[in-house]
């Protein structure tokens, strides 16, 4: 498998029972040559801001579960599909998380 991209961002902060946590999304995408297929795993999760302490990740009830994309695509047109599939992902968690707090 040949890696495409491996990318992360982070949409923002909001309060949680857990105290202040940041919304993430990330997708590593990774192209099968002899097959000709992208594949691309998907995830979104909360983490903690604060610095002092050891990144934990989390996870809430109204979060996409992780997902997995599969397309066949030629070598060319790798990249682009990686990136068109990791905004639509970006979209879709925004659209499920309540209020945040733009940093």
Aim: a negative charge; glycine letters at 4%; charged letters at 30%.
């Amino acid at each position: 498998m040949k890696p495409i991209i491996d990318t992360f961002v982070a949409l923002g902060e909001m309060d949680t029972t857990e105290g202040r946590r940041e919304l993430c999304v990330a997708a590593d995408a990774n192209f099968d040559e002899a097959a000709g297929r992208l594949v691309v795993r998907l995830e979104a999760f909360l983490r903690n801001t604060d610095l002092v302490t050891k990144e934990k990740h989390s996870t809430a009830s109204w979060l996409p579960q992780p997902e997995t994309v599969s397309e066949s695509v030629g070598p060319e047109e790798t990249v682009e599909l990686a990136r068109d599939i990791f905004h639509r992902w970006v979209r879709k968690v925004r659209e499920t998380a309540p209020l945040l707090h733009h940093v």
